[in-house]
């Protein structure tokens, strides 16, 4: 009976470290959250809204430190919509690196984050799509309008710095269902398959946000988060004869309900 008193509390104590461990990881930067003033002065908090330094490291006085240290980080976000559309007088467009290129005029999309590192629930709505002058849509759509499956993914970091605050943040994107997309051109079948990732504003709280999918030839910029593979996170595209990779290219207006920061440091 004893042994298996010790042996029960012997998980019991596993358990709790993995939980401690668990939580510890989900902490870690980079993550989703808002940097609010409060009313408490302290040299533990942080000295500005962006939540990156914390006003005991500030080289000032201890009164100015107290001062300015009235900012909390609280991770997550409360309320978690969010939208986009695409930047006027720009267009989206889907290259393959053997050339082939369909292009959009307008972006729309609706999506919330989903958790402390994750965005999920989006949808995006493209519209005026073509590809070598033959109108594009997805199935039971009108011409021209192409809309994606649920995408989602998480963020973690593009590139780390000495300094912590310089480290460049990305959010990763792929199918929480399916395809990417499936549409047609002119009776053609396309299919898009794979994730792709792109950088985001990062260490400051925003209500609206500029983001932009780079690519160039079909080769997505950035494809990989800090220590991962070229081509880690690429797209796909197969109209009828192989899937080829494949680059978005597109600039997007991001607006959020309440002020976001993707903070790299807490």
């Known amino acids: 009976?004893?042994?298996?008193?010790?042996?029960?509390?012997?998980?019991?104590?596993?358990?709790?470290?993995?939980?401690?461990?668990?939580?510890?990881?989900?902490?870690?930067?980079?993550?989703?959250?808002?940097?609010?003033?409060?009313?408490?002065?302290?040299?533990?908090?942080?000295?500005?809204?962006?939540?990156?330094?914390?006003?005991?490291?500030?080289?000032?006085?201890?009164?100015?430190?107290?001062?300015?240290?009235?900012?909390?980080?609280?991770?997550?976000?409360?309320?978690?919509?969010?939208?986009?559309?695409?930047?006027?007088?720009?267009?989206?467009?889907?290259?393959?690196?053997?050339?082939?290129?369909?292009?959009?005029?307008?972006?729309?999309?609706?999506?919330?984050?989903?958790g402390l590192k994750t965005i999920g629930n989006m949808i995006a709505h493209f519209t005026g799509c073509e590809t070598a002058g033959l109108k594009c849509n997805s199935v039971g759509k009108g011409e021209g309008v192409i809309d994606t499956s649920p995408l989602g993914g998480p963020i973690g970091f593009e590139k780390i710095a000495e300094i912590a605050s310089k480290s460049t943040i990305a959010n990763e994107l792929h199918a929480e269902t399916g395809n990417v997309a499936e549409f047609t051109c002119a009776g053609l079948k396309v299919t898009v398959i794979?994730?792709?990732?792109?950088?985001?504003?990062?260490?400051?709280?925003?209500?609206?946000?500029?983001?932009?999918?780079?690519?160039?030839?079909?080769?997505?910029?950035?494809?990989?988060f800090a220590g991962g593979t070229v081509d880690e996170h690429t797209l796909e595209s197969n109209s009828g004869s192989g899937f080829e990779e494949a680059g978005q290219t597109i600039t997007s207006i991001l607006t959020n309900e309440e002020k976001v920061e993707a903070n790299g440091v807490v």
């Open 1 to 114: 009976m004893r042994r298996i008193k010790i042996v029960g509390l012997s998980l019991i104590a596993v358990f709790a470290l993995a939980a401690i461990t668990a939580g510890s990881a989900m902490a870690s930067p980079p993550e989703f959250g808002r940097c609010l003033k409060g009313t408490e002065h302290s040299k533990s908090n942080y000295d500005s809204s962006k939540c990156i330094k914390l006003a005991g490291e500030d080289a000032v006085s201890e009164a100015e430190q107290l001062k300015k240290g009235v900012y909390k980080w609280f991770p997550g976000v409360v309320k978690t919509n969010f939208t986009t559309k695409m930047k006027e007088a720009t267009i989206a467009t889907l290259e393959t690196v053997g050339g082939t290129k369909i292009t959009c005029k307008e972006e729309t999309s609706k999506g919330e984050y989903t």
């Open 194 to 224: 794979g994730s792709v990732l792109h950088k985001i504003s990062a260490n400051a709280m925003k209500l609206t946000a500029t983001e932009k999918f780079t690519a160039s030839k079909g080769e997505q910029k950035p494809d990989h």
